[in-house]
């Protein structure tokens, strides 16, 4: 099915200039720099703003998929905090009707390589490369069970667990190392 008959799907809002944090924010505005774009995940690292300051219609509710339409890397990820929040222009939100799919398969599906793929044919734009929301919504998405969606969702979420593992792994043992060269280097004098 294509994208548009699964889900409903919307820009993020737009902003005139930066994005400046308010001390009596209480809404989350997720951008670019808060992705963890090698696992797939929102960081909790948003600047806020003031609730009066946002259109309604663009809070996000747990279950949206963002999507990040500008630059090189065009990832989706599952929004799934507890916290209020908006996604910057950068990104289209994509809100799956749950009858028909599941959002984390659905972020799955869109990060896929044969997606990915036919995503890298339709982006334009001489500087920074674009994904017009009109070509995102002609997408074709596989739909398989409910029960299938599940279990593949379960496993990449199960893999990009297992990646921030071995990233965490890899630091520590960096920081180990160095403790002890510095050790061995300072100890000899």
Same mark, same amino acid.
């Given at each position: 099915? !294509?994208?548009?008959?699964?889900? +409903?799907? $919307?820009?993020?809002?737009?902003? +005139?200039? +930066?994005?400046?944090?308010?001390?009596?924010?209480?809404?989350?505005?997720?951008?670019? +720099? @808060?992705?963890?774009?090698?696992?797939?995940?929102?960081?909790?690292?948003?600047?806020?703003?003031?609730?009066?300051?946002?259109?309604?219609?663009?809070?996000?509710?747990?279950? @949206?998929?963002? $999507?990040?339409? !500008? /630059?090189?890397?065009?990832? *989706?990820?599952? $929004? @799934?905090?507890?916290?209020? *929040?908006? #996604?910057? %222009?950068?990104?289209?939100?994509?809100?799956?009707? =749950?009858?028909?799919?599941? #959002? @984390?398969?659905? #972020?799955?599906?869109?990060? %896929?390589?044969?997606?990915?793929?036919?995503?890298?044919?339709?982006?334009? /734009?001489?500087?920074?490369?674009?994904?017009?929301?009109?070509?995102?919504?002609?997408?074709?998405? =596989?739909?398989?069970? !409910? !029960?299938?969606?599940?279990?593949?969702?379960?496993?990449?979420?199960?893999?990009?667990?297992?990646?921030?593992?071995?990233? &965490?792994?890899?630091? &520590?043992?960096?920081?180990?190392?160095?403790?002890?060269?510095?050790?061995?280097?300072?100890?000899? &004098?």
């Amino acid at each position: 099915m !294509k994208l548009s008959q699964i889900a +409903r799907i $919307f820009t993020g809002q737009t902003f +005139r200039g +930066r994005v400046n944090s308010s001390v009596n924010g209480e809404v989350a505005v997720i951008q670019m +720099r @808060d992705l963890d774009i090698d696992l797939g995940r929102i960081r909790n690292t948003a600047q806020k703003i003031e609730l009066e300051k946002v259109n309604g219609k663009q809070l996000l509710m747990k279950g @949206d998929v963002l $999507f990040l339409v !500008k /630059g090189n890397n065009n990832i *989706a990820v599952c $929004f @799934d905090k507890k916290y209020k *929040a908006i #996604a910057s %222009s950068l990104f289209v939100i994509i809100r799956p009707k =749950p009858e028909l799919i599941r #959002a @984390d398969y659905l #972020a799955y599906v869109l990060n %896929s390589k044969p997606i990915q793929i036919t995503l890298s044919t339709l982006k334009s /734009g001489a500087v920074v490369s674009n994904i017009k929301k009109s070509d995102l919504e002609e997408i074709d998405v =596989p739909i398989p069970s !409910k !029960k299938v969606q599940k279990n593949i969702a379960k496993l990449y979420h199960l893999s990009n667990r297992e990646k921030l593992i071995a990233k &965490q792994l890899m630091e &520590q043992k960096e920081l180990l190392l160095q403790n002890q060269l510095t050790t061995i280097i300072y100890e000899r &004098q």
